[in-house]
């Protein structure tokens, strides 16, 4: 399939979740996962774990933090190298049902910090599988229907959002133990 044809299918992507995104129900849903993804989940997490498991959580906490600042620098640089302009920016059909953080699109920064905390907060407890799983995937889909993204800025954030956890977690791997 040419570039010009996976666009094309993609902004119609785009234009049909955003439509979707527009109903009561599904809007409210969304804006208030997006919104959570902002930072306000992933911050009581961390309060969470130290509440439930002292130092370890501790532990877990600070390697969530160094993790979401990479990526916080990270999708940082790469939305001012890209520039890919927003959906809504492309196509007045297409409404921005939240207000976005920033001016540019590619990656979906909602998604890269959403999916690097899963894969490290996994590593340190996996019984969160339940709760971190679902509420990434929501995270993700919320910033398409929310007419914030497209599905591959989407796409590439899990992906560089996975590598970044990784990375992560082969580094902490390779640190001293704490005392």
Request: proline share 6%.
């Amino acid at each position: 399939m040419n570039a010009r044809r996976l666009a094309r299918r993609e902004h119609a992507w785009c234009l049909a979740a955003n439509r979707w995104g527009a109903r009561g129900a599904v809007r409210s849903w969304f804006r208030l996962v997006s919104r959570l993804g902002d930072g306000a989940f992933w911050y009581a997490l961390m309060a969470g774990l130290v509440l439930v498991d002292g130092w370890r959580g501790l532990g877990a906490s600070a390697h969530l933090a160094a993790t979401g600042l990479v990526a916080l620098i990270l999708y940082r640089r790469l939305k001012r190298w890209t520039k890919r302009p927003r959906p809504f920016s492309a196509d007045r059909r297409i409404r921005p049902l939240i207000a976005p953080l920033d001016e540019f699109s590619f990656p979906s920064g909602h998604t890269l910090h959403a999916v690097a905390f899963t894969v490290v907060a996994l590593a340190h407890y996996p019984a969160l599988a339940p709760l971190l799983l679902p509420f990434t995937a929501s995270v993700a889909v919320s910033r398409v229907v929310l007419g914030l993204h497209y599905p591959s800025d989407v796409l590439a954030a899990t992906g560089i959002g996975i590598a970044l956890g990784a990375a992560s977690l082969q580094l902490a791997a390779l640190l001293p133990a704490p005392l």
